[in-house]
Structures are given as C-alpha cells and as structure tokens.
C-alpha cells in the first residue's frame, strides 16, 4: 500500500508509516501543498497512491468519479499526529492481512475512532 498524505494530515506520519514498511508521501513533499483537491486526487490517481484526508465530503465526491487506488477519511475532525497514526495503524494492519495488495482499489476505509472503521466499496 502506498499513502498520500493531504495537507490536514501530520507530515510525521511519513517517518511514522515507513517503520511499519508503508510508503507515504505528503502533498506538501510533491509540490501540492495549497492545491486544490482535484488535483492532488489526480496525482493520486497518476502514481497509484492511497489518500488519506480529514476533508471527508470533498474527497468523497471524488470517490465516487472513477476507479482509484483508495481512500481512507478520518471522520473525527481535528486529531493531533498521535491520534491520526492510532486511527491508520489498524486499518493498515487489517489491509495488510488480506495479503491483497489491490484490495482498496475503490473502496473507502472510514476511521470513526481508534480501531474503529469500515470498508465500503464506492464503485464509479
């Protein structure tokens, strides 16, 4: 799996996410810091990257457009870098297990709290 980090989302999840062997990257390292959100899902869309974002409505709008690598939407609001790596690590871990490295493709993990999420399928 690999991770796009929107802007509302701590840059030292990066550092974060690579000790659990997850490759991620943040908007601000790839030159989309202040773009809008079209455009970092293009990026997204273009090197087959994971978004993960607090901006729940916008991102899921573009969800429901086209076929994509995923999305993962923290539903709480305004979690500090703690919280934000408490609500992936386990979404991480479950999609590990399925040993699937495709199994997000159109489908949204949403994080309502600390091991709490679900998988939905969001088909174009």
Do not use: C, Y
């Not at 989302?9 to 773009?35: D, K, M, N, Y």
């Not at 076929?67 to 979690?79: K, M, P, S």
């Not at 493709?105 to 399928?121: A, P, Y």
């Amino acid at each position: 799996m690999r991770l796009l980090l929107d802007e509302n989302i701590s840059l030292t999840l990066v550092r974060r996410l690579s000790t659990l062997g997850i490759f991620a990257q943040s908007v601000s390292h790839v030159g989309l810091a202040g773009a809008s959100d079209s455009a970092v899902w293009a990026h997204a869309a273009a090197n087959n990257l994971v978004v993960v974002t607090a901006n729940v409505r916008d991102f899921l709008t573009l969800a429901r457009l086209d076929i994509h690598a995923g999305l993962i939407v923290l539903r709480e609001g305004e979690l500090n870098r703690d919280e934000q790596f408490e609500r992936l690590e386990p979404v991480i871990e479950f999609v590990n297990a399925t040993g699937d490295p495709d199994f997000l493709v159109s489908k949204v993990v949403e994080v309502n709290g600390t091991k709490r999420f679900r998988i939905l399928d969001i088909l174009p």
